[in-house]
C-alpha cells in the first residue's frame, strides 16, 4: 500500500507516522531494499572512471537513517548522504554537488535532483528515504534534518515533479511528535 501511494503521490512528502517499535524502518528498509537501486549501480573499475548511469526507465532511490551517531543527525550529512546516492545513479561527480554550507548544500540537492529527473523517462521518480527524522532534531540549536528539507517557502526552489520524500518518525499515543513542529511543509 504505502508503494502504491508513492507511486501515485502528487506531493513531494509522504508521511509514515508510529509508535516506536511499529516497525517504520522495517517497511522504509523493505521498500529501500526491494525497489531501490544501490545493488544495481555498475561501480567503475578504477577511481578516475565514473559508474554508468542507470537506465532511464528506473526509479531512482536514496536512503538516510537518522541516529545520534556518527554524525548521522546533522543535516548537512544527511544532505550529503542523499546526494551522493543520486550521484552514483546518475554517473554524475559527487565532488560537484557536495557543499559544507548547509544553504548551499540544500541548493546542491536541488541542482542534482534536475540532474537526475533529466536523465528518466517521464513517468519515473525520485524517492528519498529519510527513517527516523525524530532522530534528526538536536536538543538545542535551529539546525536540523527536517529543516534542512525542501519546504513549499516562499524563497525555496521547487521540488521537480515526480520527486517524493518518503519520511518516517514517531508519535506517542495521541499522534503527536517531536518532529511535528519542524514539518509543516
Known amino acids: 500500500?504505502?508503494?502504491?501511494?508513492?507511486?501515485?503521490?502528487?506531493?513531494?512528502?509522504?508521511?509514515?507516522?508510529?509508535?516506536?517499535?511499529?516497525?517504520?524502518?522495517?517497511?522504509?528498509a523493505e521498500l529501500y531494499g526491494k525497489y531501490g537501486t544501490r545493488d544495481d549501480i555498475p561501480w567503475p573499475?578504477?577511481?578516475?572512471?565514473?559508474?554508468?548511469?542507470?537506465?532511464?526507465?528506473?526509479?531512482r532511490w536514496a536512503f538516510h537513517f537518522?541516529?545520534?551517531?556518527?554524525?548521522?543527525?546533522?543535516?548537512i550529512v544527511a544532505l550529503q548522504s542523499i546526494v551522493a546516492q543520486l550521484c552514483d545513479g546518475a554517473a554524475l561527480k559527487r565532488n560537484d554537488y557536495f557543499s559544507n554550507d548547509l544553504q548551499t548544500q540544500r541548493q546542491k540537492l536541488f541542482d542534482c535532483l534536475d540532474k537526475v529527473k533529466e536523465q528518466?523517462?517521464?513517468?519515473?521518480?525520485?524517492?528519498?528515504?529519510?527513517?527516523?527524522?525524530?532522530?534528526?532534531?538536536p536538543s538545542s540549536g535551529n539546525k536540523s534534518v527536517p529543516r534542512a528539507l525542501p519546504g513549499e517557502g516562499e524563497d525555496e526552489p521547487v521540488i521537480p515533479k515526480g520527486v517524493?520524500?518518503?519520511?518516517?518518525?514517531?508519535?506517542?499515543e495521541k499522534g503527536h511528535g517531536r518532529a511535528d513542529e519542524y514539518i509543516d511543509h
Do not use: W
Open 120 to 137: 528518466l523517462n517521464p513517468d519515473k521518480r525520485v524517492y528519498i528515504c529519510i527513517d527516523a527524522l525524530d532522530e534528526g532534531i
Open 1 to 28: 500500500e504505502i508503494h502504491q501511494k508513492l507511486q501515485l503521490t502528487e506531493s513531494p512528502y509522504l508521511e509514515l507516522r508510529a509508535l516506536a517499535g511499529m516497525g517504520k524502518t522495517a517497511i522504509v
Open 164 to 172: 517524493v520524500f518518503l519520511v518516517s518518525h514517531r508519535v506517542d
Open 45 to 59: 573499475l578504477n577511481e578516475k572512471q565514473l559508474p554508468e548511469s542507470l537506465p532511464p526507465d528506473r526509479d
Open 66 to 75: 537518522c541516529m545520534n551517531r556518527e554524525g548521522h543527525d546533522a543535516p
